[in-house]
């Protein structure tokens, strides 16, 4: 994947979570913050690495609905997904529009939602339903420099690390969770060792220190759709 910094591990800290009294309805529920830093377990320094976390309900927990959304769009543009990185709702639906002059197929093989949308044309548009919640890693078939990952959730409980590789997520109902941690180029086995309940009772609760081995993987290293290696193809003149 891209945009990752060269170091050996990352911390997770300062997960924490406050809440406050309000109205009992589900949207305006007592309202809750988590917190969450990411740094170099060797260094302390900020990385600014991709990083999602989220809280899942657990029956019981008063649910919180997603607002109104969409259209969402990956832009196919200078051999690039546009954005990298994208938060939904399961069940939203994604267009793939191909901005390049020249022919994109993008595919996904991984647990989030499997699709080959085959090859397709400038200025073509495709559009995929991601109808079950997990993480989808998307790739082009003929670049393999190409690389997105879209992140389909139950709820709208989560928060994206931003330049300070910090994480908050914002009006969280008192309850009963499982908490759900992404951090690009972090294997999905390290991350699912990673998955807690939670439980949310007081205004500041402190979900302690998660420390995860990390080490940047090629932007190339993945296979094709096929499960083979990219053949190398001509440089073109744009």
Known sequence: MKNLAKFGALALT??????????????????????????????????????????????????VPFPAHGPYTLLQKNRTFVPHL????????????????????????YAGKRFDLGLYE???????????????????????????????????????????DAISIHNVPLGDYTLHIWVEGVPESTLSRQTRRVHITSPNTHLGIITLPFSEPSTTGHTNKFGKPYTPIPKQPY
């Open 14 to 63: 300062s997960i924490l979570i406050g809440a406050h009294a309000a109205p009992l309805n589900a949207e305006d529920a007592p309202s809750s913050t988590v917190q969450l830093h990411i740094a170099s377990a060797q260094s302390g320094e900020s990385h600014a690495v991709p990083a999602v976390a989220w809280l899942e309900p657990e029956p019981g927990t008063p649910s």
């Open 86 to 109: 994208q938060v939904i709702p399961a069940g939203s639906v994604i267009q793939f529009p191909n901005a390049d002059p020249y022919f994109h197929n993008v595919f996904s093989l």
């Open 122 to 164: 400038a200025g073509a548009t495709k559009s995929v339903t991601f109808s079950r919640v997990g993480v989808s890693y998307i790739f082009c078939n003929i670049h393999p420099e190409m690389s997105a990952v879209v992140i389909a959730l139950s709820a709208p409980l989560y928060g994206i690390a931003n330049r300070a």
